[in-house]
């Protein structure tokens, strides 16, 4: 999912209407070596002008979609390739803060080899930058782990991300397996 600000006139910004419109959008995470390209990113362009040209960005197609391909940021370790599943619009105060956030299920996945450390993506390579309000970020470039307590292997593979112990614990579910040794 992504949120994505209306314009001050109160219109859809071009990234909601062009996914509405087409059905499929692509995530790009947004890193520390990105950040001034995001920020450009950000403005409010005519209809139609292209961000990544005003931004210097590189782009590569994309290669799960169904369609004309979508263009991804190349420079991003991490990219979801997302078909369009709905846009939830909340409420703000006239004349900006209304926002429209766009869900879509992720049908591809690109991660770069370089911000990988034993098969998972390392969030520490990638520096990924947040908002946080008014003109803020944060950038990430530490992490800790922390389990939730209890054992139940059903919560757990689903937590961890791994799409075998997830199959696994569907399997458990429907009685047809066991989540235990799944990798």
């Known amino acids: 999912m992504f949120a994505s600000n209306q314009t001050p006139d109160g219109t859809q910004k071009d990234t909601v209407r062009?996914?509405?419109a087409t059905g499929r959008f692509v995530w790009n995470l947004a890193t520390w070596d990105l950040r001034e390209a995001v920020n450009i990113t950000a403005a409010q362009l005519p209809y139609g002008e292209d961000e990544f040209v005003a931004a210097g960005l590189e782009s590569e197609p994309s290669r799960c979609l169904k369609g004309q391909p979508v263009a991804m940021v190349k420079a991003s370790p991490v990219k979801f390739e997302c078909e369009y599943h709905s846009t939830?619009?909340?409420p703000g105060n006239p004349p900006m803060g209304s926002v429209d956030v766009?869900?879509?299920?992720?049908v591809g996945v690109h991660i770069a080899d370089e911000v990988l450390t034993d098969g998972k993506v390392d969030v520490r390579k990638t520096k990924p930058i947040a908002r946080c309000?008014?003109?803020?970020?944060a950038v990430v470039e530490d992490t800790f782990e922390m389990r939730i307590p209890g054992n139940d292997q059903l919560l757990m593979a689903g937590l961890e991300g791994s799409a075998k112990k997830n199959r696994a614990a569907g399997a458990v579910e429907s009685g047809k397996g066991t989540v235990d040794g799944a990798v």
Do not use: A, D
């Open 102 to 106: 766009v869900i879509g299920k992720v």
């Open 18 to 20: 062009n996914v509405e």
């Open 88 to 90: 939830l619009r909340l």
């Open 133 to 137: 309000g008014y003109y803020e970020y």
